[in-house]
């Protein structure tokens, strides 16, 4: 009786954790639909209300009408070129880094690793002023460097890659130096192979983050012809139309690369929140 009663009541829970699983589900899909009813309505469309929005007619005319009138092929290739380089150059650099603190002995490495990790409690806003006035003096302000170079050093990348090669057995890194292995040669041949579901993870947030940066390219890039995505869309927003069917086409077709990798690269985001310990 009481075997009966408990599978019951795991059931019930379950029922309930499933039933609440959807409705959060629903809660992000339904936005991301209202965006795409309205990126297919046609310019001018009546709305007497939200329902409406996904009721016909459609059309893909606003699609064909932003490619048109804006460069939003300029500014995919230019975020494609910036979220392609940052995250090979910044894990690359990482990765080194990590294995520098985690295998090469010298004075002060254990402050050096608390120096990096706390970068991880200042937020990118509060320095934003200073690497303006940096990247100002360099004289590379308006240019790819300028969207390139801050986003190479970034803590989480060396914390991550530092924790994991801390558990690489060191026997391994001895055989390779009586083999005549150098330390770029054990970086490179032993470490960053197994590092390979790390990578990928850090590859994937890496790639999102500078897809999606605004605030720094917003305030180093003036020239429209280096404009991102996220720069590119505001821009077109308050140049091109008042209306909300091209707005929304735009955030529709910025949203399809963040879908895509989304979908074939979940397992690794997944592995990705387990391995940064990141809570949503």
């Known amino acids: 009786m009481n075997e009966t009663v408990g599978r019951r ?3 019930l829970s379950g029922l309930l954790l499933h039933a609440a699983a959807y ?4 809660i992000f899909v339904v936005p991301l639909l209202y965006m795409l009813f309205t990126s297919l309505k046609p310019q001018g469309t009546a709305v007497g209300s939200i329902a409406d929005r996904f009721l016909p007619p459609f059309s893909l005319e606003n699609y064909a009408y932003i490619f048109e009138n804006a460069p939003v092929i300029k500014w995919t290739m230019n975020s494609l070129l910036i979220a ?9 650099m ?10 090469i002995p010298f004075s002060y490495s254990k402050f ?3 120096f990096i990790l706390s970068g991880m409690m200042i937020p ?5 002023v200073s690497l303006y006035m940096v990247v100002n003096r360099m004289g590379i302000l308006d240019t790819y460097l300028a969207l390139i170079l801050p986003g190479l050093a970034g803590p989480l990348g060396v914390v991550i890659f530092k924790q994991f090669f801390d558990r690489i057995p060191g026997e391994l890194v001895e055989a ?9 040669r054990i970086w490179w041949n032993i470490f960053i192979p197994l590092s390979k579901p790390i990578i990928s993870a850090l590859m994937i947030f890496a790639f999102l983050g500078s897809w999606n940066d605004f605030l720094w390219p917003f305030l ?3 020239s429209e012809e280096l404009f991102t995505l996220p720069i590119g869309i505001p821009f077109f927003m308050s140049s091109y139309t008042q209306d909300e069917a091209l707005p929304m086409t735009v955030n529709a077709y910025a949203s399809i690369p963040i879908i895509v990798i989304f979908v074939i690269f979940q397992k690794y985001i997944v592995k990705g929140i387990t391995l940064t310990g990141i809570k949503g």
């Not at 390779?176 to 770029?184: Q, Y």
């Open 9 to 11: 009541k795991r059931s």
């Open 94 to 103: 990482a990765s080194l880094a990590a294995f520098a603190l985690s295998r």
């Open 84 to 92: 392609a380089i940052v995250p090979v150059l910044s894990l690359t």
């Open 124 to 128: 990118g806003e509060a320095t934003i």
């Open 220 to 222: 180093s890039i003036q």
């Open 23 to 26: 409705a959060a589900a629903l």
């Open 112 to 114: 050096a690793f608390w």
């Open 176 to 184: 390779a130096k009586m083999d005549g292995c150098t330390l770029f």
